[in-house]
């Protein structure tokens, strides 16, 4: 069974540039969260994606940012018109449970690096 | 999710034991007590969690304060490749869905 896979590993935009970040959970998981790490500091919740649906994006920046879990294929974190603050670790988790659960843990994928020029 | 409050660093030595604290006082009685680990470069990994009593497993052991306010996750036998930031994180079983992480402890292993 694979992990989370993430790609691509290392993204390199200019400013003004879209970045579409990917994420496949692991096999028989519905439940997937983006986390942001800017450089030397820790690690921020995003959004919460089920099937087709966003549960939680109170961590989402109110502009050019999006996301997406569509009923076939990966998960999709969309940065559009990027900037130099941009510049960051995105990661991805994911999850087995249907619904909240303290007693499961989620397994995060190697992320992927962006990098605004 | 409730506060966690660890230290911000700690340092040990190779093939020593380390006993990482973690304070929660305002834990609830359906809080899980969850550890992570974020090794350079990498994402971060589950390490072991917990209800109310003590855990074991291949990683590390994890000791529950009876009163539940505080934890330890122990490296019995540390290496240089259990560098990294620990995370102690306590999660609801009806509540929130995300993992909500700290600053957690940065461990530095001396060879």
């Known amino acids: 069974n694979a992990g989370v896979m993430q790609n691509p590993r290392h993204l390199v935009r200019r400013r003004g540039q879209e970045a579409r970040l990917r994420c496949s959970p692991m096999k028989g998981h519905s439940h997937v969260y983006w986390y942001r790490q800017l450089p030397e500091e820790g690690l921020k919740f995003m959004v919460y994606l089920q099937k087709e649906n966003i549960i939680d994006e109170s961590g989402m920046p109110k502009e050019r940012f999006s996301a997406e879990f569509p009923k076939e294929g990966p998960s999709i974190l969309r940065i559009q018109q990027v900037v130099r603050g941009d510049s960051a670790a995105y990661f991805c988790a994911s999850s087995p449970l249907p619904t909240g659960d303290g007693n499961t843990e989620a397994f995060f994928g190697q992320g992927t690096r962006l990098t605004v020029v | 999710d409730a506060k966690t409050t660890q230290p911000n660093s700690m340092e040990s030595n190779e093939e020593e034991p380390v006993h990482l604290p973690c304070n929660h006082s305002?834990?609830?009685?359906?809080?899980?007590i969850h550890w992570y680990r974020q090794l350079p470069s990498q994402g971060p990994e589950y390490v072991i969690h917990?209800?109310?009593s003590n855990v074991n497993n291949r990683m590390a052991s994890l000791a529950i304060a009876e009163d539940r306010k505080s934890s330890t996750l122990i490296l019995h036998r540390a290496t240089l490749r259990d560098a990294a930031v620990y995370y102690c994180i306590l999660r609801d079983i009806q509540g929130a869905q995300k993992l909500v992480f700290g600053q957690g402890t940065r461990l530095t292993i001396n060879p």
């Open positions: 917990g209800l109310t």
């Open positions: 305002t834990i609830s009685g359906t809080d899980y």
